[in-house]
């Protein structure tokens, strides 16, 4: 049944048809499926090496199911900025038991949607998008990795060094211990009201 499952999805669809066909009419493929069934309910064992267990089964469904989902989350123009910090789809939970401020917020940042002078003015309310201390793209690489404002990005060096990870905006955005400092340090920055 897997074979012919499989050969199905490599046809692809609109070029298999299932069609229903009654027993016991003279029909020559279904006469004989009919008796080797018969057949086999007087089988000691089961003979077949080709069979596959639930567990087997669900584990492939799962793998194609996924392997799909990563191709059309690969494929898509959108969130290319989540995409940098989250390239693989899966489906296990990947922050849990965080305050909500805290996971928001970090979800904002992860998505690019705060209120940063680049994103305001792709809303027409900053007329330039530029960092006003730094006079660049006031972009959230920029911020947590360069950005001269109230040692944003010293401060945040400073504790990736201290945990003894690489300072990239990957890793800014997933180590949970880091979570916390960003959101204070932004939070901070804009009287808590960045995001």
């Known amino acids: 049944m897997t074979e012919v499952l499989e050969s199905i999805n490599r ?8 069609v229903w066909i009654p027993s016991h009419v003279g029909i020559r493929g279904n006469e004989e ?10 089988l000691p064992t089961v003979n077949s090496t080709t069979y596959i267990e639930r567990k087997e089964l669900n584990g492939k469904i799962k793998q194609y ?5 990563q191709k059309e989350y690969t494929d898509d123009p ?9 390239p693989l789809v899966s489906t ?50 920029h911020l947590l990795l360069e950005c001269s404002r109230k040692n944003i ?11 003894g990870i ?3 905006v990957k890793n800014i955005l997933q180590v949970r ?9 932004v939070g901070e920055m804009r009287d808590g009201k960045i995001l």
């Open 166 to 168: 690489d300072c990239t």
């Open 11 to 18: 046809l692809g669809p609109g070029d298999v048809t299932l």
């Open 33 to 42: 499926a009919d008796a080797a069934a018969k057949e086999g309910l007087h």
């Open 92 to 141: 296990r939970i990947k922050y849990t038991d965080t305050p909500r401020k805290q996971e928001v917020q970090t979800t904002r940042l992860r998505l690019g949607r705060v209120l940063l002078n680049r994103w305001l003015h792709t809303m027409n309310l900053h007329p330039d998008g530029d960092c006003e201390e730094c006079g660049t793209p006031d972009t959230i690489e």
């Open 78 to 86: 959108k969130g290319a900025f989540y995409k940098k910090i989250e």
């Open 65 to 69: 199911v996924l392997g799909k989902w």
């Open 153 to 163: 990005s010293r401060t945040i060096r400073n504790k990736c060094q201290e945990l």
């Open 177 to 185: 211990s880091l979570q916390k400092e960003v959101v204070r340090i």
